[in-house]
């Protein structure tokens, strides 16, 4: 059964950056995509970023284009998000998922999941 763990998140100030860790535990991250997704308060969970098994192709939101940066060490069993210019609004607890397949596909082919990090964003 993989594991993923976040790290990273915490309180920063509007304009400020962070960036968010996963690490997976197993065999299984090299030859999977991951995603980032998150849920703010009241709200559902939304997707923000996606990348295939290589690191060759990457996916965003609209929301986050230009702002945030999805990669993966595969070394490391570890996927990153960088999030720069932040917002008040992407408040919200992010979490790391792994898809079934190798390649970016569907959200819904995300189905193993991380329990989340509290990332918060001050006016």
């Known amino acids: 059964q993989v594991q993923l763990v976040e790290s990273g998140g915490g309180l920063v100030q509007a304009g400020g950056s962070l960036k968010l860790s996963c690490v997976a535990s197993?065999?299984?991250?090299?030859?999977?995509?991951m995603a980032w997704f998150r849920q703010p308060p009241g709200q559902d969970r939304e997707f923000l970023s996606a990348?295939?098994?290589?690191?060759?192709?990457?996916y965003y939101a609209d929301s986050v284009k230009g702002r945030f940066t999805i990669s993966r060490e595969n070394a490391k069993n570890t996927l990153y998000l960088q999030m720069d210019s932040l917002r008040p609004e992407d408040t919200a607890i992010y979490y790391c998922?792994?898809?079934?397949?190798?390649?970016?596909?569907?959200?819904?082919?995300?189905?193993?999941w991380g329990q989340g990090t509290q990332v918060t964003v001050s006016s």
């Open positions: 990348i295939n098994w290589s690191g060759g192709k990457t």
């Open positions: 998922a792994m898809s079934t397949y190798n390649t970016v596909v569907a959200t819904e082919d995300f189905e193993t």
């Open positions: 197993g065999n299984t991250f090299n030859n999977r995509a």
